[in-house]
């Protein structure tokens, strides 16, 4: 871990973008500066006004008991919630029951369209399930489901007892699935007969099944009939019909949300892998529950009337916070789609966004640049009038694919790019949607949360170097700890003694705007120079012929180490001859020299098809390195294939 002072070549030529007027007028911070400053002069008293707005069954007694010993923040400590009362219950009792929750879009275009009432109601029935099969609070559950309102079901009916979910994304293999499961000792698995991608059956059951073998705390399955509703269970391995179990309980009323304090967990997710093995992630309900209201709230300007449309999985942290919790404790209508973005055609985003009259819609850097790759003519074959507002999260987004997602959609929305992490459970860095914006900038820190660059002695550095990436100050939805792993946890904050570090490395400019350079292992030195990948890519995907590109850093006994470019071409860019492709790779790097110098340039590009990712859409370097080194590949089981 190192930081530069070298000044990054080539970024801060990006203009300021300034919000439409409709924006302004209806945003809900006018004035980020004051609000900021209040928010960090006061922070105490900012989180608790934010967390009166949602409603306690006990007041807490403090907002925040902060122990730098264990560096364990409690927040709101002698207060009981529960996030699926405030999620649901608060707005059926104000006369919202009949308002759409869910609008579910299957992969083959089903639909299916859910109230605030009846979600309530199918969550009560599953808890007088859960409840009959001897469930109790503290008890996990994996959710192996693919993206259906049965997953959201699951989790606010985990949420509401107490039980701490834990969602593994539906495209895991058996291996995958069963290291997850090892870990969190589940006393229950929910899955489904099958899921459904491209047209295609995912056989989800079967590898559920052979997953939980050996597995001695699960003691029952519950199975959504997702693809054939007369599936027969194996009740002998203590199968269950989930809809069955649902239909039973279908008179027993209501179900009581469980008083959950400052120590109660809502869920352990594992990270991306993007860097390492997965780590078990735990969030507790009050602290998480008043950081994802509020920045879903102000960070999107939930109003009464959006259609909001998040395109990540429930399966990840983005789902957890910005397609089930945030949106729903903010009474937003969310879209939901199974299946990819680009099958039946690539135009099915685009479409869903017109048939829903969609007003924000949250995206992510490598499927906007998807999207790129096959061209204008998807999102402009759609009306895509209704948007008002969109997002990005996941890695730093190139300005390049920014211009192009802000252009394909009438060239005035404002995108909010969100900089977060599975352990910070919510926004940290984004605009707000009347804040000015700089493309490829995640702009400056959400209100309440402290961020700064600084050495690996945590000190800071100027504006415009290059370093690492800490909170300073604890915030509600910070994760409580690394599950079975306190000395994992306690890493994150001794690194840098009196910080949380998140790995990651930025700059901040002159005007404060924080620029994500990627995370610290991604970065390349060469001949002395510091170089981020995501902004050598960034460069490579602005020439016109290059869709996506992963760079890594080679031994070189000259340079220390020299750069490789794998990079994917724009469809109806690939060169016919030997002749061409050598000049194609001459003039990529001829434009990386010109857009970040000479230092940049890679010594090697080599055209592909593919590049490692993780099923959540980054990609990993680390493998695309092994694998250049002939290495050892390390954790692969969030790779896609
Ligand atoms: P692992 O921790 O297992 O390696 P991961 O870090 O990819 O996996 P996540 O918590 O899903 O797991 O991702 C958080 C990371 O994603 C951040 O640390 C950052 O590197 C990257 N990231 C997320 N949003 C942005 C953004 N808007 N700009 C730049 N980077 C981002
Ligand atoms: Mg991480």
Redesign the pocket.
């Known amino acids: 871990m190192s930081t530069s002072h070298e000044p990054t070549p080539g970024m801060e030529k990006h203009p300021l973008f300034h919000p439409p007027e409709e924006t302004l007028r209806n945003a809900h911070v006018q004035d980020y500066v004051k609000v900021y400053q209040e928010s960090i002069d006061d922070p105490a008293g900012f989180w608790g006004r934010i967390a009166t707005e949602l409603e306690w069954f006990t007041p807490w007694t403090s907002v925040l008991d902060w122990d730098p010993q264990t560096y364990t923040g409690r927040w709101f400590p002698g207060g009981t919630t529960n996030i699926s009362h405030n999620a649901l219950d608060r707005h059926v009792a104000k006369g919202y029951g009949n308002k759409v929750a869910l609008i579910w879009s299957g992969d083959s275009g089903e639909e299916r369209v859910i109230t605030y009432s009846q979600l309530l109601d199918s969550v009560e029935r599953l808890c007088h399930g859960l409840h009959s099969l001897g469930l109790e609070k503290g008890d996990r559950v994996s959710i192996f489901l693919p993206p259906t309102p049965e997953q959201v079901i699951s989790m606010l009916a985990c949420a509401r007892m107490g039980l701490i979910h834990s969602v593994v994304f539906s495209g895991f293999s058996e291996a995958a699935l069963k290291s997850r499961m090892e870990d969190a000792q589940p006393k229950l698995l929910i899955t489904a007969d099958a899921g459904f991608r491209r047209g295609k059956e995912i056989p989800l059951l079967q590898t559920a099944r052979a997953a939980r073998t050996g597995i001695l705390s699960i003691r029952n399955t519950l199975v959504v009939r997702r693809k054939d509703p007369r599936f027969p269970v194996d009740a002998s391995s203590g199968e269950k019909a989930f809809d069955e179990l649902l239909e039973k309980n279908r008179k027993k009323g209501s179900f009581p949300p469980a008083p959950m304090g400052a120590d109660d967990p809502l869920f352990i997710l594992y ?9 078990g992630i735990v969030h507790v309900q009050p602290g998480y529950m008043v950081g994802t209201y509020l920045t879903t709230r102000w960070v999107f300007d939930i109003r009464d009337s959006d259609v909001y449309f998040c395109v990540a999985d429930p399966g ?3 789902g957890h916070s910005y397609i089930v919790y945030g949106p729903l404790l903010n009474r937003t209508t969310v879209l939901m789609a199974e299946g990819a973005p680009d099958w039946p055609d690539p135009g099915r985003w685009w479409k869903l966004i017109e048939k829903y009259r969609v007003t924000v819609f949250y995206s992510t850097p490598t499927a906007v640049r998807l999207q790129m790759r096959h061209g204008e003519k998807w999102p402009s074959g759609h009306d895509l009038s209704s948007l008002r507002l969109l997002g ?6 190139n300005p390049e694919a920014w211009m192009w997602f802000r252009n394909v959609t009438g060239g005035r929305l404002p995108i909010m ?7 910070t459970g919510m926004h940290m ?2 605009p707000l949607p009347a804040t000015p914006l700089v493309p490829g900038s ?1 702009t400056k820190p959400f209100p309440g949360v402290e961020v700064d660059i600084v050495d690996k002695n945590g000190n800071p550095v100027p504006d415009g170097e290059s370093g690492l990436v800490v909170i300073k100050k604890p915030w509600p939805a910070m994760f409580r700890t690394v599950f079975k792993d306190p000395d994992r946890y306690r890493q994150y904050w001794t690194e840098i003694p009196g910080m949380y570090f ?3 490395s930025a700059r901040r400019d002159s005007s404060g705007f924080y620029h ?1 350079i ?2 610290i292992d991604d970065v390349i030195k060469v001949a002395g120079h510091r170089l981020g990948t ?1 902004e050598v890519e960034s460069a490579l995907v602005s020439h016109p012929a290059v869709a996506e590109a992963a760079v890594i850093g080679k031994p070189d006994s000259l340079k220390g180490e020299s750069l490789k470019a794998f990079v994917i071409l724009r469809q109806g860019k690939k060169p016919e001859t030997e002749e061409e492709l050598s000049s194609l790779r001459k003039d990529i790097r001829h434009h990386v020299r010109e857009e970040l110098g000479a230092i940049a340039q890679p010594d090697e590009i080599e055209i592909t098809d593919w590049l490692p990712k ?1 099923r ?1 859409g ?1 990609i990993m370097r680390r493998v695309l390195r092994a694998r250049e080194l002939g290495l050892p590949e390390g954790d692969t089981s ?1 790779l896609e294939d």
Not at 271 to 279: E, H, N
Request: net charge neutral.
């Open positions: 990270t991306s892998g993007t860097t390492g093995k997965p780590k990840w942290i983005t990005s999260v996941g890695e730093p987004i790019d969100t900089w977060w992490q599975t352990e860095i984004t995640a998140s790995g990651d994500l990627g995370r995501a993780t959540s980054k969030t």
